[in-house]
């Protein structure tokens, strides 16, 4: 039960666009298009912001998408916004855990 | 509207056990899956433990097997977290979290519940 793989910070300037990367291996990201993405602003629970590898719920801005290619799921955010400063944090299903990325910390600079 | 209340952290010493509940609303609770998640002080989230809604399939993180029992009663809409033999890193914030749409994905989170594990 490794945790997943995401880098530890990126930066955008507002109206840029910015991809945070998640890597597992077979048994995880690239064995199932179960993956998520979670949005987590300080002190506040996560919240979903991508399920299944590139749906939104309802409510989510579609400057939110995301993508997996083998072992590694991408989020992308276009059109940075202030308010999209936050620590997201990558899942994926397996067949009887789900394992959670370390976060990745976005700054809107 | 969907909600989940969790409650019963708290500080207890190192070896000592604690009992988390969360409190569900809503909608139908005994339809639904439910899952345990942590996150120490500065650090990410932690996938905990896993309950069917019938209780009948449970899986654990390796850090918790043995220590920790999730359980639920259906009939008072609420989901447990029985912790023993409670570490340090144990320290985190508890969320109960709904995966409400069969997505995969934790739709819906409790505001979490404190334990500190300290001498």
């Known amino acids: 039960q490794s945790a997943l793989t995401q880098p530890a910070s990126v930066s955008g300037s507002p109206g840029q666009s910015i991809t945070i990367s998640c890597t597992g291996t077979?048994?995880?990201?690239?064995?199932?298009?179960?993956v998520s993405w979670y949005q987590q602003h300080p002190g506040k629970a996560p919240k979903l912001m991508i399920y299944?590898?590139?749906n939104r719920p309802s409510g989510v801005p579609d400057r939110f998408s995301g993508s997996k290619s083998g072992n590694t799921a991408s989020l992308t955010i276009s059109g940075l916004q202030a308010e999209d400063e936050a620590d997201y944090y990558c899942?994926?299903?397996?067949?009887?855990?789900?394992?959670f990325g370390g976060g990745t910390k976005l700054t809107v600079l | 509207e969907v909600q989940l209340v969790e409650s019963g952290g708290g500080l207890v010493q190192p070896g000592g056990s604690l009992r988390l509940s969360c409190a569900a609303s809503?909608?139908?609770?005994?339809?639904?899956?439910m899952n345990w998640v942590r996150q120490a002080p500065g650090k990410g989230l932690e996938w905990v433990s896993y309950?069917?809604?019938?209780?009948?399939?449970?899986y654990y993180a390796d850090s918790v097997k043995g220590r920790f029992t999730i359980s639920r009663d259906n009939a008072k809409n609420s989901l447990y977290l029985q912790m023993n033999s409670l570490r340090a890193e144990d320290t985190a914030v508890y969320y109960c979290?709904?995966?409400?749409?069969?997505?995969?994905?934790?739709?819906?989170w409790g505001q979490g519940t404190l334990v500190t594990v300290s001498s």
């Open positions: 979290a709904l995966d409400y749409y069969d997505s995969s994905g934790y739709e819906y």
């Open positions: 809503g909608f139908t609770f005994s339809s639904y899956e």
């Open positions: 309950i069917s809604s019938s209780g009948s399939t449970i």
């Open positions: 077979s048994s995880d990201v690239g064995g199932y298009n179960y």
């Open positions: 299944e590898v590139s």
């Open positions: 899942s994926s299903y397996t067949s009887s855990s789900t394992l």
